[in-house]
């Protein structure tokens, strides 16, 4: 088979890229090895539920933002969006609570209320990070691509935008803690929680300015899906094929194919099929999984190779949840951020303290009557689903173990749930990757490193010219931060008429 471009994987990022470049008039061919697309989007179906596998906040949905940028181009309709007031709760050791995305005032007001010892420091620093985040968030949405814009370019828009943008300048690559002076330690355990959520790592890992975004973002808005991400998969799948393009599933791809003289020229399928690609070749794969498998080992760069090597990820342990309505009428919000232990004397650990809750919307319950479907997110050490165990067994105790302290956790943090919730499934990184073969079922962006905020270069570009990779890991900040890199890459393949 030929085609213009080819895309290996039907997750968000490269359902999106195929539905830009589709629409603009390319012939594009999407290959994902499952029989249905979506990736970590896809809806997790069982006894009449459709679980999210997701916290179910989605940003940029607001006019002109980026998903509505591109559905304005595409000839589907968006998926049916609504806001979420607030975004979430987060639930701390001593039960305090703060609601996050309500008003400013109000939000403004918990703050005094719940971290009185250092009240008007964590208003200064909320107001900070406000402004510098709604700055960048503004001037992504001029140009999708200003991650990776020159210094001299990214200079001159960030100085229109006066102080605000002499600000950003000056924060530079600070990570997150040196902006948290003056605040208690309660108050930092509030901002790892949410961070480690939203951004896969601690105050000390995270860049200020990536914290800005992700901090800033839940504060002012954030949107359910009905249906889930899911849903916005389908439309994407929906709108590729409606202009044109073709969406082929169960079509598990090898390899890259390479002609006589080693430049890359399509896929090879692991049915033996070649499809041969044109212009280029697109990669929804995590960058470890594009060279390791696509490109191959020994045509991956030495330098890349040790730079894949120091790169981390997170695992994700869900249980998908049953809940009843009474209990959902006693919960103080559908979302939930729950710490358990303030971890006084050690680095701040996700793996055993944190819980998000995510019950389906009253409006879109994804579930037999009288019922909502939940899903609980806990993170996990990938390593430890794969090294330990030599066979099934051995993995379903390892599973029934993190169960066991998930459940116990869980009721810690939320009494309330009482016997309203029931165990339907759960899901680990071995589950991930047998669905998605991403290494180590680690997914999600990467862990960052407290200093990388501006990468240099556009975050699709590989070691080969005509191969480009949009996913998760290369563009961290959930699927808004995927949708614009999938835009600026088609802009570069196929600019806009
Ligand atoms: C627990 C959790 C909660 C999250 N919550 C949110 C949230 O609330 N809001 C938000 O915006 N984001 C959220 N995210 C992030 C978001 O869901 C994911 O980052 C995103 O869906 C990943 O998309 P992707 O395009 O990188 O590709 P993936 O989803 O990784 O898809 C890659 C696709 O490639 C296919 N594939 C793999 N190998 C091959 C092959 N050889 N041949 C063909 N196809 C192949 C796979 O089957 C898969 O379909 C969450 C992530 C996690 C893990």
Redesign the pocket.
């Known amino acids: 088979m030929e085609c213009e471009v080819v895309v290996?994987?039907?997750?968000?990022?490269?359902?999106?890229v195929a539905a830009l470049l589709a629409q603009r008039g390319m012939n594009v061919c999407l290959?994902?090895?499952?029989p249905d697309?979506?990736?970590?989007?896809?809806n997790f179906d069982k006894f009449g539920y459709s679980f999210?596998?997701?916290?179910?906040?989605?940003?940029s949905w607001g006019p002109d933002e980026i998903h509505r940028r591109i559905f304005a181009e595409l000839s589907v309709e968006p998926p049916e969006v609504h806001a979420l007031d607030p975004s979430y709760v987060v639930r701390l050791p001593d039960q305090c609570q703060v609601a996050v995305g309500k008003s400013v005032e109000q939000f403004e007001q918990s703050l005094r209320e719940v971290f009185p010892g250092c009240a008007d420091a964590a208003v200064e620093f909320y107001r900070r990070l406000n402004l510098a985040g709604t700055t960048l968030r503004q001037l992504l949405q001029e140009d999708a691509d200003l991650l990776s814009s020159s210094k001299a370019s990214r200079t001159y828009k960030l100085l229109s935008k006066g102080r605000a943008g002499a600000k950003i300048m000056a924060a530079g690559s600070d990570p997150l803690f040196a902006h948290l002076n003056g605040t208690s330690f309660r108050f930092r355990r509030f901002v790892d929680a949410q961070l480690q959520t939203l951004a896969q790592g601690n105050s000390s890992e995270v860049p200020y300015l990536q914290a800005a975004i992700a901090l800033s973002e839940v504060q002012q808005g954030m949107f359910a899906i009905r249906g889930g991400?899911a849903a916005l998969a389908a439309r994407l799948a929906d709108s590729i094929k409606a202009s044109g393009g073709s969406v082929r599933v169960n079509?598990?791809?090898?390899r890259l194919a390479y002609n006589s003289a080693g430049h890359a020229v399509g896929v090879d399928?692991?049915s033996g099929e070649k499809v041969t690609a044109s212009r280029a070749i697109v990669s929804?794969?995590?960058v470890w999984?594009t060279y390791g498998?696509?490109v191959g080992l020994n045509r991956t760069p030495p330098e890349i190779r040790k730079t894949l090597q120091k790169l981390r990820g997170w695992g994700?342990y869900?249980m998908f949840l049953s809940m009843e309505d009474n209990a959902a009428a006693a919960l103080a919000g559908d979302r939930l951020l729950t710490l358990t232990d303030w971890q006084a004397d050690s680095e701040y650990d996700p793996e055993n303290q944190q819980l998000?809750f995510?019950a389906a919307p009253s409006w879109d319950r994804r579930a037999p009557a009288g019922k909502r479907a939940v899903t609980v997110?806990a993170f996990t050490e990938p390593e430890s689903w794969f090294t330990f165990h030599s066979d099934e067994e051995e993995v379903e105790a390892r599973d029934q173990q993190m169960l066991e302290a998930c459940w116990e956790r869980l009721h810690k943090a939320m009494p309330e749930l009482g016997s309203g919730v029931e165990v339907i499934d759960t899901m680990n990184p071995r589950g991930?990757y047998d669905?998605?073969?991403?290494k180590l079922g680690m997914?999600?962006?990467l862990v960052p490193t407290g200093t990388q905020f501006w990468p240099g270069q556009a975050s699709y570009l590989t070691s080969l010219p005509n191969l480009f990779n949009?996913?998760?890991?290369s563009s961290a900040?959930?699927?808004?931060a995927?949708s614009r890199a999938a835009l600026a890459l088609a802009d570069k393949l196929a600019p806009r008429r």
């Open positions: 290996v994987g039907g997750g968000i990022g490269g359902l999106t290959l994902e090895r499952q697309v979506g990736g970590c989007a896809a999210e596998q997701s916290y179910g906040l989605y940003s991400s079509a598990p791809v090898l399928l692991v929804n794969l995590t999984d498998k696509l994700a869900l998000f995510n997110h991930y669905s998605t073969r991403r997914v999600g962006a949009i996913s998760d890991t900040g959930g699927l808004a995927i």
